[in-house]
């Protein structure tokens, strides 16, 4: 305990470090205040403050924001699924691929783009949100008016938590729209709890104990899947300069397991809110419509699971690709003097490491795929499906990514000021850990 305090201690007593916690803490409170923000010509007395299916995990992720027809009832989803689609374009077409290497002013120019696309997106799931997703009763004038400032004001809140998550990026600790995303899900945990605890009373209680150990032990695994690393040895050469020997040590690449972190997860997920929302706008004239809406809203359907965990591993083969390059980490390594033993500096080193890559992103994206879905399973075994969402699942390895992100960026403040790290056993492995 007195470790922990000291912990405390020193993390608020580096000025820096200390102003990055508060406005991480004053922008996630904000967010939070929008999401009980009801839009204008919606009864909120009217409003049964719960979502099944897709969209009660849609709800989920947005902290209640969506079952309460908050301004903020898009959350940050438009944005996250205007990124997948650049970033596919970033593969695929060459004007893309010309801009992601202009350095900076690519990047500006991509982000633009992102924003526009994300506009755009926020127009049509707007409108669907509002003609499908709102409980008829609670809509004051079901006018074109309404349907229209609605639509307006749902984009404009998207773009405040656009903007709250690059603020927090900048000024704050972490990732800021991971960390939106995880917050609006950590504010339905305890609920979640408290409601199964009811649901089993005294009668079934061993039951609920047993369903909290098997949580504990899913959350092992998944940090154990999140920190998994494959550690490749590097020889460096030694080298004289002047009167000083530099080099010959011996040092490792950690080649992670999930090198993606929780991003297929969140690309994933923000796709497969599409094909329900979109259903609803045609559910009542066409048959198919209805039977796409209705399969993609129930996540414990084998579609939608399937859907889901082929997605998942797509996704994490994808942003390995495009997150890590091989050939230019063996570049690095060549010119540095470093070499892997018993491989030939450059391409031969290039294609060594690209199939470590291969070789262990394939289970790691299976291993995925199957947490991810362990809420349907959860279900199926009787858990009500509040509690469900984080047996596993898209809500936990979104927190449990996001967390130790967030640990391993104060544990490094920590040791830039010479202060004892995070944990006694070990340094804190985030998900951006440099290799």
Not at 134 to 139: D, F, K, V, W, Y
Not at 279 to 291: H, I, K, Q, V
Not at 375 to 387: D, E, L, T
Request: aromatic share 12%; net charge positive.
């Amino acid at each position: 305990m007195k470790k922990f305090i000291d912990t405390i201690r020193n993390i608020f007593s580096i000025e820096e470090l200390r102003t990055r916690i508060l406005n991480t803490i004053g922008f996630l409170v904000i967010f939070r205040i929008g999401s009980f923000v009801v839009l204008p010509g919606v009864d909120p007395s009217k409003l049964t403050g719960q979502a099944s299916g897709i969209f009660g995990l849609l709800d989920t992720f947005l902290g209640g924001a969506f079952s309460n027809a908050s301004v903020f009832a898009l959350g940050i989803m438009p944005y996250i699924s205007a990124s997948i689609v650049l970033q596919l374009m970033t593969v695929a077409v060459p004007y893309f691929q010309k801009l992601q290497k202009e350095g900076d002013s690519g990047r500006k120019k991509i982000n633009q783009l992102t924003r526009v696309l994300t506009i755009a997106i926020c127009m049509a799931q707007g409108f669907s949100y509002v003609s499908a997703a709102i409980e008829p009763t609670a809509i004051l004038d079901n006018s074109f008016f309404f349907k229209f400032t609605s639509v307006i004001i749902l984009t404009s809140g998207t773009i405040f938590c656009m903007w709250l998550g690059e603020k927090i990026t900048d000024k704050g600790i972490g990732n800021g729209i991971s960390m939106l995303i995880m917050i609006g899900i950590i504010s339905r945990f305890p609920g979640s709890i408290a409601a199964e605890a009811i649901t089993r009373g005294m009668s079934e209680m061993l039951l609920f104990i047993l369903e909290l150990v098997a949580l504990f032990f899913v959350v092992l695994v998944t940090v154990a899947l999140v920190q998994a690393v494959r550690r490749v040895p590097v020889q460096y050469a030694k080298q004289v300069v002047g009167n000083k020997v530099y080099g010959g040590q011996r040092q490792y690449i950690p080649l992670k397991v999930n090198a993606s972190g929780v991003m297929p997860i969140i690309f994933a997920q923000s796709i497969m809110f599409l094909p329900a929302m979109l259903a609803g706008l045609w559910r009542e004239e066409s048959d198919f419509a209805n039977y796409i809406g209705t399969t993609f809203s129930d996540f414990t359907s084998w579609q939608y699971n399937l859907t889901f965990a082929i997605m998942i591993i797509v996704f994490t083969f994808f942003y390995t690709a495009i997150t890590i390059n091989p050939n230019q980490i063996a570049d690095d390594m060549k010119r540095n003097g470093g070499f892997v033993p018993g491989v030939k500096p450059g391409k031969q080193t290039g294609d060594f490491l690209d199939n470590i890559l291969s070789r262990i992103t394939l289970p790691g994206a299976i291993f995925l795929a199957i947490i991810a879905i362990l809420p349907a399973f959860a279900m199926i075994a009787g858990v009500n499906q509040g509690f469900a969402q984080f047996y596993g699942g898209t809500s936990l390895l979104i927190m449990v990514g996001v967390i130790l992100d967030t640990l391993q960026q104060i544990e490094s403040y920590l040791l830039m000021r010479h202060y004892e790290g995070m944990m006694k056993s070990g340094r804190v492995k985030g998900r951006t850990q440099a290799a």
